[in-house]
């Protein structure tokens, strides 16, 4: 594929003398945090669109 991926999230933590430390990543995710924008949701779906409409 030769597009950017449309999600991927990383967690980091701090570690004992404060540098960060990836806690978990992820490229797949159920919520997608989709609640936490306002336009999030709607956003996301005509991302979804527009890669999807270079398919066909």
Same mark, same amino acid.
């Given at each position: 594929? !030769?597009? #950017?991926? &449309?999600? @991927?999230?990383? !967690?980091? *933590?701090? @570690?004992?003398? @404060? $540098? #960060?430390? *990836? &806690? $978990?990543? $992820?490229? %797949?995710? #159920?919520? &997608?945090? &989709?609640? =936490?924008?306002?336009? @999030?949701?709607?956003? =996301?779906? $005509?991302?979804?669109?527009?890669?999807?409409?270079?398919? %066909?």
């Amino acid at each position: 594929m !030769d597009q #950017p991926l &449309l999600y @991927g999230r990383i !967690d980091l *933590v701090r @570690g004992n003398e @404060g $540098e #960060p430390l *990836v &806690l $978990e990543a $992820e490229l %797949c995710e #159920p919520s &997608l945090s &989709l609640p =936490f924008a306002e336009t @999030g949701a709607r956003r =996301f779906a $005509e991302a979804m669109a527009a890669r999807l409409s270079h398919l %066909c």
